[in-house]
């Protein structure tokens, strides 16, 4: 059932002139793991029982039936082999997908996916009792060059939004799952070891219904943080939402979205990785490239781009408070430079854009992060900020944006003073 997300509010107080600084703190979803349908690492010993007694066995397994996978025609040979009376034709193949995640060595990689029309399918469980449908075969590797142990869940679907997701659901994968070598419980789940390596097969189940909504989407697969504790506070990286068309885009319209993104090229914060709106570039300054320098941070504006948003169809009646204006975005881009000799976090920032009327606090969810920093090395971060088009944003030639606190996990502040930057509109 699609949920709402209550932006309104949040929307609202950007308008109003604040006395505190706003928190982007946009990693908190990450750190509630997503309790999955069929997953392998909570799989009971009883299931794994009905499978293969002992490793080499299953790794004979998996090695016959990665055989099976041909070049052409359909990829996965259990869709047939599992659901006996179905005809399966492959309507849409992709071979190099690009869709990869390296989390501090812990490696994640598509070689290729596959989707597949299914028809004359007498289980009524897959389809909502439907005989017809889709199968998304997805081959991937991981490979664990990590320090230790992995604990990584399958990834999931995104659809038009956030809230359209499909969980990948094991309706015929069975003999080539992709999935560690170590047994798993519920109370004990499996993990890949420091140095494994594994490829296989996972899938998603489709009624026709939802892959006539997502082939026309901007589907994305959500690659889920590893952790290296069971528990998956660990983080080893962060969750990443990458490009997963699932239908032939049209070569024409595909190079006119191509020659458009190229000359707007709007940032890739999470208005666009949620698909919470597009965005239409009115003024952008990509090579600002302001730099602070701080003993443990050096901090760089790299730029600012002013956007305005039109809504998807999910979140139209989040915008108010607007006064019937257009919403502007202000997406300010910045480097992170570690100075220290630990890790620190790029969660916590307390931010502010004003000019001389109006404060603006920034909207959390919007912006995006990279996550955690390694000493020594530069991390990425977008803070966003709403506006309306005429009142604020066309009413001035430039704003203060302003850094008061870069707080670590620790809850210690990374900054010893205040950093402003001067961020123009034209």
């Given at each position: 059932m699609k949920k709402k997300l209550i932006l309104a509010g949040i929307l609202a107080s950007s308008l109003t002139v604040a006395t505190a600084c706003g928190n982007s703190d946009t990693a908190s979803s990450n750190d509630d793991s997503k309790e999955k349908t069929e997953s392998t690492q909570s799989q009971s010993k009883e299931d794994k029982a009905t499978e293969n007694n002992s490793s080499d066995k299953k790794t004979s397994s998996k090695e016959d039936s990665n055989s099976q996978i041909s070049d052409t025609g359909v990829m996965n040979k259990e869709i047939t082999k599992t659901l006996e009376s179905a005809k399966a034709e492959a309507v849409y193949d992709n071979k190099e997908p690009n869709i990869s995640s390296d989390q501090k060595g812990f490696k994640f990689n598509v070689d290729r996916y596959q989707v597949v029309h299914v028809t004359n399918v007498d289980?009524?469980?897959?389809?909502?009792?439907?005989?017809?449908?889709?199968?998304?075969?997805?081959?991937?590797?991981?490979?664990?060059?990590?320090?230790?142990?992995?604990?990584?869940?399958?990834?999931?679907?995104?659809g038009k939004d956030m809230f359209d997701t499909h969980l990948n659901r094991r309706a015929t994968v069975y003999e080539s799952l992709l999935e560690p070598k170590t047994e798993g419980t519920v109370d004990e789940p499996s993990y890949y070891k420091k140095g494994e390596k594994q490829t296989g097969l996972f899938e998603f189940y489709l009624t026709k219904e939802e892959y006539e909504g997502l082939k026309n989407a901007h589907t994305k697969m959500i690659i889920p943080y590893a952790s290296s504790n069971k528990d998956m506070t660990k983080h080893l990286g962060e969750e990443e939402k990458l490009d997963m068309p699932l239908a032939k885009v049209d070569k024409e319209e595909q190079a006119k979205n191509d020659e458009k993104a190229a000359q707007e090229a709007p940032y890739k914060d999470n208005i666009l990785d949620n698909n919470v709106a597009e965005k239409e570039v009115l003024s952008k300054k990509a090579t600002l490239n302001l730099t602070q320098k701080s003993e443990k941070v050096d901090v760089t504006v790299e730029g600012v781009e002013y956007s305005k948003l039109n809504p998807t169809e999910s979140y139209k009646n989040e915008f108010t408070s607007f006064d019937g204006e257009d919403v502007v975005a202000?997406?300010?881009?910045?480097?992170?430079?570690?100075?220290?000799?630990?890790?620190?976090t790029l969660r916590q920032f307390s931010v502010f854009l004003q000019n001389d009327n109006v404060k603006f606090l920034d909207q959390g969810t919007l912006g995006s992060h990279a996550g955690t920093v390694s000493p020594g090395q530069e991390g990425e971060k977008y803070v966003v900020f709403l506006m309306k088009r005429k009142s604020d944003f066309e009413a001035t030639n430039n704003f203060t944006f302003r850094i008061t606190h870069i707080t670590n996990s620790d809850g210690k502040d990374l900054l010893s003073k205040e950093l402003d930057f001067n961020l123009p509109t034209k």
């Open positions: 289980d009524k469980n897959i389809f909502d009792g439907a005989k017809e449908g889709y199968i998304v075969t997805v081959k991937a590797t991981v490979n664990n060059q990590s320090d230790g142990k992995a604990y990584f869940n399958i990834p999931d679907l995104q202000a997406s300010v881009k910045l480097k992170v430079k570690n100075n220290t000799d630990s890790d620190i």
